[in-house]
């Protein structure tokens, strides 16, 4: 299961190390779908970056596309992902790599493997019961233990440039810094870094909302002991009139297998 960021490579990179080549597979599923504009599916240098991180491995890279973005999932669906549910990442990325499995591929002697490290250990349990009953395993989970920045020196030592989001501050490099089960930390941080992608997103957003016809919402407000829906557009004009408002926010996680 290869996405389009440094930990995918790490775990493929110590399986090809490993086991060779001859029958890896990198397994890469774009939430981009058809949709032609730049701020849809992943941040333009993480295209850059699978292929040169694909090309390090050797094997074989698969690219599965559903055709649909998220937006279009959730327009389908009549529902908003959002940090408890990210349906997004189970139509576009789990279901279409659990069916090329299906059609590629024999249980009895298939191993699936993931990016998930160390620090990530309590994600496993989940994602071995998505795929049984094929073996599962997660390399970056087992001695030596790296931590991310260790596996963008051993890139930058291979001659690859890891995905720009890291640099730019973002602890996930995944959908071009948008992601429904991120926090509002990472959702201020879209804004500062890319505001025309953090537009293209809270217009997106409006259109469901109005959709709908419902108030629903990404983010939510927790002040004053109470829960309510806020708008990627409540959110920024809130930090626009009050700067220092949400200096206390949690990054959230990345929402792929997270469900």
Known sequence: MFSS???????????ADKDGTDDLFLVFADVKGNNPS??????????????????????????????????QVFHDKRFLGNTRQANCSHLLKQAPARDWLDENCDPADTTVYVGIDWSEIHRLDTVIRKYEP??????????????????????????????RLYELGFQHANCGGFCVKAGQAQFRHLLET???????HEAKEQELREYLGKDVAILRDRRGGTTRPITLREFRERLQAEPGLFDELEWGGCGCFAD
């Open 5 to 15: 960021g440094s930990g995918s490579w790490a775990a493929a990179r110590r399986v």
């Open 38 to 71: 730049p701020h849809a599916g992943e941040d333009e240098d993480n295209y850059r970056f699978l292929h040169e991180a694909a090309a390090d491995i050797g094997g074989k890279l698969i690219w599965l596309n559903e055709g649909r973005d998220i937006w």
């Open 134 to 163: 094929y073996h599962v395993q997660a390399p970056m989970a087992d001695p030596p233990y790296l931590d991310k920045a260790d596996i963008r020196q051993m890139l930058r030592d291979r001659g690859i440039e890891p995905p």
């Open 194 to 200: 890319f505001p025309d992608r953090y537009a293209y």
